[in-house]
């Protein structure tokens, strides 16, 4: 399951500015900048913030973090348990159960 612009769902939370890209600056506003309402894919700031918004989001539906490895989640209900692994903005789910997969998705 690939998370359709991930980066950009991040909460910015502070100040970003950056060049202007060429073709947007006007004679004589060469010297301005932008500064950024959403996070862009590359910037530094962008996967952590992604990475905290999607822990949060994924915490609330029951998921529990991985002792060992803070990419890895996993919900167990009774008989049926389901593995939700992150890299980057991927998503791969393993479960015993196809009800609990649909559910999960």
Do not use: P, R
């Not at 909460?11 to 890209?21: M, R």
């Amino acid at each position: 399951m690939d998370v359709k612009k991930a980066f950009i769902n991040g909460n910015i939370e502070e100040e970003v500015y950056i060049k202007q890209l060429k073709g947007f600056s006007s004679s004589g506003g060469e010297h301005l900048v932008c500064k950024l309402k959403k996070y862009i894919y590359g910037l530094k700031q962008a996967s952590h913030q992604w990475y905290l918004k999607f822990h949060d989001v994924i915490s609330s539906f029951g998921f529990v973090e991985n002792i060992m490895d803070q990419c890895i989640y996993q919900k167990v209900s009774e008989s049926k348990i389901c593995f939700l692994v992150l890299y980057v903005d991927d998503i791969l789910l393993a479960t015993n159960d196809k009800g609990l997969l649909h559910e999960v998705k």
